[in-house]
């Protein structure tokens, strides 16, 4: 006789398989058992603790988890891992704490500086380099110029309240920009320097993915090269739709967001 899937979670101390009996679609015979390991358990116990702690509170330590869920402390050491991911949880000293919540940063014309006042952070940058270069093909495409043309290279760290969340690499047409060496600070607001230059922002084209640290950007970000980061690549235009800047920006996984407001 044939038996029917199994269902319902494994207990602590069990097997850590569960079949849900899913069918997938167009295929009404065939069922798909999905197993859910042990850390993901341990995670989703600790995501309801967390839901009781409040920001900066301490977290058990692994030794405690590992007792009170009846699993290794590899196990426990995973599912944090998860967590930290996520953003929910941050190494403090020896131990582990809450975090806050991340920084949802919305996707507009605005500059950082103006979005992070608006959710009441204090905006920072550290400076990483700023030279003159010759443009590769994809900045020449971009800023409208031959490759090969000198333009100016911005790369600064950025920094919510003191903590870092962005790397930010941004290439501006060196004839249009060049005064801006004269009079502006590079970590304060390069937007607000472009408008009093009397050019203003009138549209970009951005695209967000997914992507891994370098060992060099890692550093830079205080992260590990395992931290999913997300990559924002944006060009700019003014009301003649002539090129402002190129932008290459990373931002920690784990300490921001993004949104967009959608309309017909």
């Not at 199994?6 to 197993?35: D, I, K, N, Q, W």
């Not at 989703?44 to 405690?64: C, F, I, N, W, Y």
């Not at 060496?181 to 695209?207: I, K, N, Q």
Request: aromatic share 4%.
């Amino acid at each position: 006789m044939e038996q029917a899937p199994r269902t319902g979670v494994a207990s602590e101390t069990g097997s850590a398989e569960t079949y849900c009996g899913r069918v997938e679609p167009g295929l009404p015979e065939r069922r798909l058992p999905e197993r859910l390991s042990k850390p993901y358990l341990v995670r989703t116990k600790l995501e309801a603790m967390l839901d009781e702690l409040d920001e900066g509170d301490a977290v058990p330590s692994e030794r405690e988890l590992a007792v009170r869920f009846a699993v290794s402390r590899e196990t426990v050491r995973q599912a944090l891992r998860d967590l930290m991911v996520e953003g929910r949880v941050r190494r403090q000293g020896r131990g582990t704490v809450v975090s806050r919540p991340k920084m949802v940063q919305p996707l507009s014309l605005r500059s950082y500086t103006e979005g992070a006042l608006s959710l009441g952070r204090v905006p920072g940058r550290i400076v990483v380099t700023w030279e003159d270069v010759p443009a590769d093909a994809d900045t020449g495409r971009d800023l409208g110029l031959p490759v090969g043309t000198v333009v100016m290279h911005l790369e600064r760290v950025l920094l919510a309240d003191g903590e870092r969340i962005g790397l930010e690499s941004t290439y501006l047409p060196l004839p249009r920009f060049a005064g801006l060496r004269e009079h502006y600070d590079p970590t304060t607001s390069l937007y607000t320097a472009v408008r009093a230059s009397g050019v203003e922002f009138a549209a970009a084209t951005e695209r967000i993915e997914t992507v891994l640290a370098s060992p060099r950007e890692a550093a830079l970000l205080e992260c590990t090269t395992a931290l999913p980061l997300l990559l924002l690549n944006r060009r700019s235009v003014d009301d003649h739709d002539a090129p402002i800047e190129r932008v290459r920006a990373l931002y920690r996984g784990d300490r921001i967001a993004f949104q967009a407001r959608l309309g017909r």
